[in-house]
T-cell receptor, first 115, second 115 residues
Framework: AQKITQTQPGMFVQEKEAVTLDCTYD???????LFWYKQPSSGEMIFLIY??????QNATEGRYSLNFQKARKSANLVISASQLGDSAMYFC????????????FGTGTRLLVSP | NAGVTQTPKFQVLKTGQSMTLQCAQD?????MYWYRQDPGMGLRLIYY???????DKGEVPNGYNVSRLNKREFSLRLESAAPSQTSVYFC??????????????FGDGTRLSIL
């Protein structure tokens, strides 16, 4: 079984600063994918970034990067140069690559960006 | 490009009433999913359809039924609504996972209240 843990219920950051949202995971599957989603107050779920367990380099998508430390089973999301529009809930999720596996979500971190 | 479309966006039901949540995707994805999101929790999988013609139970299937009508459409039915089913419901779709896990793309959600 897979499990995602997000230990930060809420985070605060000032505009233009960088912020790291923590995510640790547990799985016995050797092949898996890690995902981050953003949920603004309007409610939709927006896919941000993906990291495969065999990827050698950390994933990056614009201002988002994923700090993947396989040995520590962590997949932290780094947002550089925070913007007011980054205020939202952020969910870490994972999916094993064995057969058809469901996407398992963490409980989320609420990020508030202040001016 | 509509992506994943859910209807309705809001609904209020009385205990014991039935209703069907509709979901359609235009990305030619094989796999579709229904989740529910409750306060303070991440998304939990209700049912999924790995491909057209198949459906399987997820983490919290009790009280729900699904129909994969065709490749585009996947509906969720509450036969006899209960207050415990008050939640936000998300439909999602993804390409098949033949290889690296693929990200799921979500609809905007349906806010369902059962009195």
């Amino acid at each position: 079984a897979q499990k995602i843990t997000q230990t930060q219920p809420g985070m605060f950051v000032q505009e233009k600063e960088a912020v790291t949202l923590d995510c640790t995971y547990d799985t016995s599957d050797p092949s898996y994918g890690l995902f981050w989603y953003k949920q603004p107050s309007s409610g939709e779920m927006i896919f941000l970034i993906y990291q495969g367990s065999y990827d050698q380099q950390n994933a990056t998508e614009g201002r988002y990067s994923l700090n993947f430390q396989k040995a520590r089973k962590s997949a932290n999301l780094v947002i550089s140069a925070s913007q007011l529009g980054d205020s939202a809930m952020y969910f870490c999720a994972m999916r094993a690559n064995t057969g058809f596996q469901k996407l398992v979500f963490g409980t989320g971190t609420r990020l508030l960006v202040s001016p | 490009n509509a992506g994943v479309t859910q209807t309705p966006k809001f609904q209020v039901l009385k205990t014991g009433q039935s209703m069907t949540l509709q979901c359609a995707q235009d990305m030619n994805h094989n796999s579709m999913y229904w989740y529910r999101q409750d306060p303070g929790m991440g998304l939990r999988l209700i049912y999924y359809s790995a491909s057209e013609g198949t459906t399987d139970k997820g983490e919290v299937p009790n009280g729900y039924n699904v129909s994969r009508l065709n490749k585009r459409e996947f509906s969720l039915r509450l036969e006899s609504a209960a207050p415990s089913q008050t939640s936000v419901y998300f439909c999602a779709s993804s390409e098949s996972s033949g290889g690296s896990p693929k990200p799921q793309h979500f609809g905007d959600g349906t806010r369902l209240s059962i009195l």
